[in-house]
């Protein structure tokens, strides 16, 4: 990354603006002002996550860029996170976007304010900008919106095709341990004791609420913008990355939203495309700067002619567990998938062109899924990209094609259509788009999951007819995916996916009768387009006190699976505030061969924080199991002051299975 110390304008900085809500609650703001600049538009981000010392990093890089180009940036801390006032109560809740819409009017009217605000922000952030957007507030004009959705519940972390994440339960966790931890006292004072004992001593039970919610219900459709695209008037720049959970965002926007709306996907994970791996990164500041200007400014920098989609479509390469860079090709689209269509039948068990005799079983196997990696790569934690498919492919019922006579390149969504059975009244089914390659590796290119007992829709629960053949589709993660001649394309097919999924109680038998692929594929359209190499303000030189350790192990003791993950980030110290932090999560899943139902999960995290020889410390755990028909949920959270022990709580519930 180019990193850029010279801009347009000097760049001065405050720690703590105070922002008035009207309950009386005061919001904190680190503020970012171009010197000289007169009244600008205002670019605001708004958070859970710590602007003092949990996004410190990433904000050096990023808003004292864009604030250098004429931009006042401001990064709020929502309310009962950092050093912002009052209580936090859950995800996107009608308090959350209540404040945000409060915030966007208070900065339009700043002296230092044009009255124009734009909304940008990765995951929560990107959510929250959509969420905000849809409330229309007058001043809000435009929305980068990165790593998001539209659908709270069938395209998040907590949820997907109707079946539960394994992430849904460490989600919970990491919130949990991320609001545990208290504000700086060189900003809020002697009473930053007394602050945080509040919130632990509120702190929601969010593992329990995420885990009841097992149907799309209207706390699920509350932030979820696919209710009524229509209501977001503001410009909107949508950016996914094909190594993330959070890939599908950019198609369903460029092709719903009535508002000017344009669509960027590259290699990357959860992260920046400035910053994601794997590369090849982009200066996507310049790219927010161009959006910032044409719709903040009014100033024409061509923004309204980009292809309506730009997608980086990723040569196939032997699969890795990480990858500093992935071969491609950038290409603009007028639409968010390729205009042609090649499609397969499900035939024996092979893929044709004439669909043929189908009468397959696949039952459940547990280790089936320890091949998929993390739901979104954040890189924290080791090996988090999907490994070679080979081990699950083996436990899986497959469909290949014959070897391509020509190369293909997807562009969108691949769907399977399937008629099968089930032996028991609850089931799932995960499908699996593989590349086979010459060299005998089997690389994911795209997966989707269904609850079975959703086939009717998520926001009811039918019961599979035993033994009754039913007709159903799964619709599989948006892709762009080169396969060259001499390779061949696999559907996969199991019951279970564990640990990405959790699986039914019951060992399942499915039977596929008939079936067939759809694939969209370029067919000649498309330019290529291109982007600048990164660039960024100077970074935070941290001092660094211990190293980072980073493991991953799947062993199997006994008939006992286990997979467990430690990530510690070490401890280190941030130069400009003089806080230390420290942060370290271990999350171990466990399954019994032959009993679904054993599946288990523990995530655990660590975190430190303080200044000198002042620290506190806090330990946030949250562990899921099942029982017949029930989930059981417990969590506990600990704080202490230096060694001394200053809060401890225990939850347990007993969630029954819808």
């Known amino acids: 990354m180019q990193i850029v110390t010279e801009f347009p304008f000097d760049v001065v900085e405050e720690a703590d603006l105070r922002i008035p809500l009207s309950d009386g609650v005061e919001l904190s703001a680190r503020v970012w002002f171009p010197v000289g600049a007169g009244p600008v538009p205002v670019v605001l981000e708004y958070l859970p996550y710590r602007k003092r010392d949990g996004t410190a990093a990433r904000d050096a890089g990023t808003h004292p860029y864009l604030a250098g180009h004429g931009y006042v940036c401001v990064r709020v801390d929502m309310r009962g996170c950092g050093e912002s006032e009052g209580l936090f109560e859950d995800e996107y809740s009608p308090q959350e976007l209540a404040d945000g819409v409060e915030v966007?009017?208070?900065?339009?009217?700043?002296?230092?304010?044009?009255?124009?605000?734009?909304?940008?922000?990765?995951?929560?952030?990107?959510?929250?900008?959509?969420?905000?957007?849809?409330?229309?507030?007058?001043?809000?004009?435009?929305?980068?919106?990165?790593?998001?959705?539209?659908?709270?519940?069938?395209?998040?972390?907590?949820?997907?095709?109707?079946?539960m994440l394994g992430e849904n339960p460490g989600w919970a966790a990491t919130a949990l341990s991320w609001f545990s931890v208290p504000?700086?006292?060189?900003?809020?004072?002697?009473?930053?004791?007394?602050?945080?004992?509040?919130?632990?001593?509120?702190?929601?039970?969010?593992?329990?609420?995420w885990v009841s919610r097992q149907v799309r219900d209207d706390y699920w459709a509350h932030g979820s913008v696919c209710e009524d695209y229509s209501s977001i008037k503001a410009a909107v720049l949508t950016v996914g990355g094909w190594h993330d959970g959070y890939?599908?965002?950019?198609?369903?926007?460029?092709?719903?939203?009535?508002?000017?709306?344009?669509?960027?996907?590259?290699?990357?994970?959860?992260?920046?495309p400035h910053i994601g791996v794997p590369g090849p990164q982009i200066d996507f500041l310049g790219e927010m700067l161009r959006w910032w200007d044409h719709w903040l400014k009014g100033i024409d920098r061509g923004v309204d002619r980009d292809p309506a989609y730009r997608a980086y479509v990723m040569d196939s390469v032997a699969p890795e567990v990480s990858f500093e860079t992935r071969t491609g090709r950038w290409v603009g689209l007028d639409q968010a998938n390729g205009s042609g269509v090649r499609a397969w039948a499900f035939t024996g068990e092979g893929l044709a062109d004439v669909a043929g005799d189908v009468d397959r079983s696949v039952g459940t196997d547990v280790a089936c899924g320890q091949g998929t990696g993390e739901y979104f790569p954040f890189g924290f934690g080791p090996g988090e990209l999907p490994d070679d498919q080979q081990g699950d492919d083996a436990k899986s019922m497959c469909f290949d094609s014959a070897a391509l006579r020509e190369e293909l390149e997807i562009v969108g969504a691949c769907t399977v259509a399937m008629t099968l059975a089930s032996d028991q009244p609850r089931a799932q089914v995960a499908v699996r788009l593989t590349d086979l390659r010459p060299d005998g590796t089997s690389a994911l290119i795209a997966h989707g999951f269904l609850n079975l007992r959703h086939r009717d829709g998520h926001d009811r629960v039918v019961d599979m007819p035993v033994g009754e053949a039913v007709n159903v589709e799964v619709v599989l993660d948006q892709a762009a995916y080169r396969l060259p001649a001499g390779h061949r394309l696999r559907v996969a097919i199991s019951p279970s996916y564990f640990p990405f999924v959790w699986p039914e109680e019951e060992p399942v038998t499915l039977t596929v009768t008939a079936g067939a692929l759809r694939v969209p594929v370029l067919d000649g359209e498309g330019v290529d387009v291109a982007f600048d190499p990164a660039k960024g303000a100077v970074p935070i030189d941290f001092k660094r006190f211990t190293q980072r350790v980073e493991s991953k192990n799947v062993t199997l003791d006994g008939d006992v699976w286990r997979q467990e993950i430690i990530g510690d980030d070490g401890l280190i110290e941030n130069p400009k505030t003089g806080l230390k932090t420290a942060q370290k999560v271990h999350e171990v899943f466990e399954i019994t061969e032959g009993d679904p139902r054993s599946a288990r999960a523990k995530f655990a995290w660590e975190r430190s924080y303080g200044r000198g020889d002042w620290m506190v410390h806090t330990k946030s755990h949250v562990a899921l199991s099942s029982e017949d028909g029930v989930f059981v949920v417990a969590a506990k959270l600990e704080a202490f002051e230096g060694d001394e022990p200053l809060f401890e709580r225990d939850w347990r519930a007993v969630v029954p299975k819808v």
């Open 183 to 209: 504000p700086d006292p060189e900003l809020v004072g002697d009473g930053w004791r007394d602050i945080w004992l509040e919130r632990l001593e509120n702190t929601p039970f969010l593992a329990e609420r």
């Open 104 to 163: 966007v009017n208070w900065l339009s009217a700043q002296e230092w304010c044009s009255g124009a605000v734009g909304m940008m922000g990765i995951s929560w952030g990107g959510f929250n900008s959509l969420q905000i957007a849809a409330l229309a507030p007058e001043p809000l004009k435009a929305v980068i919106s990165l790593c998001s959705t539209v659908d709270r519940f069938a395209d998040d972390i907590h949820y997907k095709g109707g079946v």
């Open 247 to 272: 890939r599908n965002t950019p198609a369903h926007l460029v092709e719903n939203l009535d508002a000017p709306v344009k669509g960027i996907v590259g290699p990357w994970n959860h992260k920046y």
